[in-house]
């Protein structure tokens, strides 16, 4: 059984080198490192040269390609049994591959495992965690209350798919989350591409929900997620999305895609994105007789070009706005616009008050178990060493 571990970077060596070294200190397996070099402009080669460690196996673009090129690329380059997608800012918790190998022996070839995790937002990357911040699992509802490993119903897991197409996310589409069986992604891709749409993640995940017969839910937590100044979930959470949509390079990527200019609205484009990767699974899996809420999207958009007014983060394109909006849209927008005309009569926090409505009044914040506390260490490798090895209690299987 050998393992790949997918690593695609870019101009990140700094977190690059604590990623590769969660993995090397894992317990002897047989696996292997892929690093795809995105083109970048630092010495990612010599830093591999340097570990003299025939594991890790170094490819390198010289064009700068899209995040989900990038992403088949590694794993078009990868042999192993298993597969993870690993981020360059990210880690796996210590006794990974030890806890995954007595897993498979209690549950048989299952087409992937989602696991739980950690989130470790470094300092000065989250505006409302400044010092940073360490999320201790809730990736997901069904490992809510979870103690063992347990089988997913199929049928359930193509209601998660079905959510997602309607735009209420019940787990975390991070490919962290995720090990998965080799025979199962040869099964499920597309004009022999696995990763597909600007977001991979969001279009991969949901696949092997909906196409998965045997998938495992684990709650152990297995990998740190991390975010850095470098990485997209800064650009993000900071409204430097345009930023964002530069660091991914997924604009070509729509352009390949259906065209969905008449569905199309001003607003975040990672509910855009999102819009494509949920368009892509429907065209991909026609027999699944999936739907895509475009009315939920749509109103996504909306909200969130209010929501930002009211909070006064930037300024809304009302106009750009207007002239797309369908008949009864406008009937109900009317209202919420008179009421922003009116929000400079208000006190600043009454005007966040509306804005947080608006969020609740659509479900967009998931609600799931996890504990948040700031880190007590700096970086996520000091994290990964303080952490006790994962340890498995051999639980037995439930169907």
């Avoid at 201790?136 to 209601?159: H, M, V």
């Avoid at 991909?284 to 969130?304: D, G």
Wanted: overall charge positive.
């Amino acid at each position: 059984m050998k393992f790949s571990v997918l690593i695609p970077t870019r101009n990140r060596l700094e977190y690059l080198k604590y990623a590769i070294t969660s993995v090397l200190q894992q317990e002897e397996m047989d696996f292997e490192i892929i690093v795809t070099d995105n083109c970048s402009e630092q010495d990612i080669k010599g830093y591999i040269d340097s570990l003299q460690d025939p594991r890790i196996k170094y490819f390198r673009s010289e064009i700068f390609l899209s995040v989900t090129e990038n992403w088949n690329a590694a794993l078009n380059k990868s042999s192993g049994d298993w597969v993870i997608m690993l981020g360059d800012d990210d880690c796996l918790m210590r006794g990974y591959f030890s806890t995954i190998s007595k897993i498979l022996i209690h549950f048989e070839n299952p087409d992937f495992i989602y696991t739980s995790g950690y989130i470790f937002g470094y300092p000065h990357v989250l505006p409302l965690h400044p010092k940073g911040l360490l999320k201790i699992g809730g990736n997901a509802s069904f490992l809510e209350n979870q103690k063992n490993c347990y089988w997913i119903d199929p049928l359930t897991a193509r209601k998660l798919a079905q959510g997602s197409c309607n735009f209420k996310n019940s787990f975390a589409y991070n490919m962290q989350y995720a090990l998965i069986n080799r025979a199962f992604i040869e099964k499920i891709k597309i004009h022999d591409q696995f990763f597909h749409s600007p977001y991979p993640d969001f279009y991969a995940m949901n696949a092997m929900m909906l196409k998965g017969a045997r998938i495992l839910a684990c709650p152990f937590l297995m990998v740190a997620v991390g975010i850095t100044p470098k990485s997209y979930g800064y650009y993000y959470f900071n409204k430097k999305e345009s930023d964002g949509i530069c660091f991914l390079k997924n604009t070509k990527i729509k352009e390949d895609l259906p065209d969905l200019s008449p569905i199309l609205l001003p607003g975040p484009d990672m509910n855009e994105s999102w819009l494509y990767a949920m368009e892509s699974l429907k065209q991909f899996f026609p027999e699944e007789h999936l739907t895509v809420s475009y009315k939920r999207y749509r109103l996504l958009q909306i909200f969130a070009t209010y929501k930002s007014a009211f909070l006064k983060e930037k300024k809304a394109s009302f106009k750009a706005l207007w002239t797309k909006l369908f008949f009864l849209e406008r009937l109900y927008v009317i209202p919420i616009h008179l009421l922003y005309l009116s929000s400079h009569l208000f006190p600043y926090f009454i005007c966040k008050k509306a804005g947080q409505f608006l969020i609740k009044i659509l479900h967009l914040n998931r609600h799931f178990s996890s504990k948040d506390i700031q880190p007590s260490v700096p970086t996520i490798l000091d994290f990964f060493t303080t952490i006790e090895p994962i340890v498995f209690n051999n639980p037995a299987s439930r169907l």
